[in-house]
């Protein structure tokens, strides 16, 4: 029984620490693919559009009702000390800071990151990998670099839009539910977000764009089983880049108080 | 039991497999495969569902690495090669999927033309060439702009032969060319490969069940336990002795090919 336990345990951490080697292997395969190989830029932007402009609208709703029921809440409590002035810089710093890049990376991870597992695991299953391989294509120079560059270089630009429509919507909630004065929204604004909070912001979000390609690409890569593979590498993906996003998120944050 | 490696053989030998192992996870697929597989003619590999047939063929193309043994191309041992060195082999090959794998994203033209538009060459040469190879594999113009989706099973692996054709192989491995087929669909892709051949000068190693490709190859081996049990001209394969491929060709139950057999026999 004691013999069991450890070989459970041994073969976990063995399992573990290759799942970890291959992943970061994975990364610095495809770094080396960025440098020493051409960009496949018409890829590069056929996956923006993917990845980006056919995600707007799901992050213009979450922006938007984000900032609506970020601006409703912090009535609630700012009403009891007095403070709705500040309502604005509130709901501006909280969008802009956090909600706006973690929560449109999520929402991108679901739509985007595992459309990108599904499809690189079909085409596992399907042998369009291996017959990519036989025709002599490198896979990650074809697939993978172009999902990567355009899913960190389309983020900050998704985010931008989750922030302004975040902005927007505390600003519909503010003024025409709750009655606040417009000026006060926008002055607090003014006063108290600085250009450093929007860098911040959107740094973080090429880091999740970087991340949840990245994951989807390599639980794509690694799929294996068929259909049911196929499904389990999607959830896996959605949930190793969740997970991934939210922890980085914390250490990020740290960062960027210093820089 | 003939040997596998025809050390006499007149024709030049183009691969020359020797030892070949491959594990999986302590099982092993091929158990020291020797074959040499002659030049410019047709070799069919024949063996039951499991075997390790398409595992043979994938080591043969550098899609998995063997465990131990030497894989010999034109005198070179492509186990002992790596990088630039082992892509330039490989160029040799071309390879035809059982289910053709094409990229569904992909139309005909692009299916076929996409080393070409992966090199940089213009639209002009590429049309051409995709083109002409459509013609060598009997598809009109019209499919040109078609999906994946909207082809037949006997098209899509036309239009698999055709992509493979566009790197102008000297050898073409085909993994179950004629699996769920018509047997007309499957004889216009037997005369296909009989004729690309032929034309083409092309050495080709087919995996398959079906016995009506005997017709049209030069040689057949029969894979069995991960070794090669026969290997001898296909002209005369219906007149071996040879007690696997007597009978694997006729379907009997009772031989000295048992494994699966047993297992169903110990169910029952």
């Known amino acids: 029984m004691i013999i069991q336990c450890i070989d459970f345990i041994g073969a976990s951490a063995i399992n573990i620490c290759t799942s970890i080697g291959e992943f970061t292997l994975f990364f610095f395969y495809a770094l080396k693919t960025l440098f020493t190989s051409k960009l496949k830029i018409s890829k590069t932007f056929a996956q923006m559009n993917r990845i980006g402009v056919e995600s707007f609208s799901i992050i213009v709703l979450t922006g938007l009702f984000t900032g609506m029921v970020l601006a409703l809440q912090t009535y609630i409590g700012f009403q009891r000390v007095g403070g709705e002035q500040f309502i604005g810089a509130i709901v501006a710093l909280g969008i802009i800071r956090e909600l706006g890049p973690v929560l449109t990376a999520l929402m991108v991870t679901g739509r985007a990151g595992s459309a990108i597992t599904a499809e690189i695991g079909t085409m596992i299953i399907t042998e369009q990998i291996d017959a990519l391989k036989t025709l002599r294509i490198n896979i990650f120079q074809y697939l993978v670099v172009p999902r990567i560059v355009a899913s960190t270089v389309i983020m900050p630009f998704l985010t931008l839009f989750s922030m302004i429509f975040g902005i927007i919507g505390g600003y519909i909630v503010c003024v025409y539910v709750l009655e606040l004065s417009p000026e006060d929204y926008e002055s607090s604004i003014r006063n108290y977000v600085e250009i450093a909070d929007i860098n911040g912001g959107l740094k973080k979000a090429a880091v999740f764009g970087l991340i949840l390609s990245w994951v989807g690409a390599y639980k794509g890569i690694y799929t294996s089983g068929g259909a049911r593979g196929v499904g389990i590498a999607t959830t896996q993906s959605v949930v190793a880049s969740s997970i991934l996003i939210l922890i980085t998120n914390y250490f990020l944050t740290k960062l960027l108080e210093h820089m | 039991m003939k040997d596998a490696v025809n050390k006499d053989t007149i024709v030049k030998s183009k691969i020359k497999i020797v030892n070949l ?75 035809v999927f059982q289910f053709a794998a094409l990229l569904d994203s992909l139309n005909v033209y692009e299916n076929i033309g996409i080393t070409l538009i992966e090199q940089g060459y213009r639209h002009e040469e590429i049309l051409s060439i995709v083109k002409e190879k459509l013609s060598l594999v009997q598809l009109s113009e019209d499919t040109l702009y078609k999906y994946p989706s909207e082809l037949s099973g006997g098209m899509r692996k036309r239009v698999g032969l055709a992509r493979t054709l566009v790197t102008n192989p000297e050898i073409i491995l085909y993994d179950e060319p004629t699996t769920g087929l018509d047997p007309i669909t499957s004889r216009v892709i037997h005369e296909l490969m009989f004729d690309m051949q032929k034309q083409l000068k092309i050495t080709s190693i087919i995996i398959s069940h079906d016995v009506e490709t005997f017709k049209y190859a030069d040689k057949v081996a029969l894979l069995n336990d991960g070794k090669i049990q026969y290997f001898g001209d296909a002209k005369t394969i219906w007149e071996s002795d040879n007690p696997y491929i007597y009978q694997f060709i006729r379907g009997l139950t009772e031989g000295p090919i048992t494994k699966e057999i047993t297992y169903f026999k110990d169910k029952a």
């Open chain 2, 21 to 95: 192992e491959k594990e999986f996870e302590g099982h092993f697929v091929s158990r020291g495969i020797n074959l040499e597989i002659p030049e410019g003619q047709m070799t069919i590999i024949i063996g039951r569902s499991g075997e390790g047939k398409s595992v043979l063929l994938k080591q043969i193309i550098g899609l998995i690495q063997p465990t131990s043994g030497s894989i010999i191309i034109d005198g070179i041992d492509i186990t002992e090669l790596t990088g630039k060195k082992l892509d330039e082999c490989f160029k040799k090959f071309g390879y």
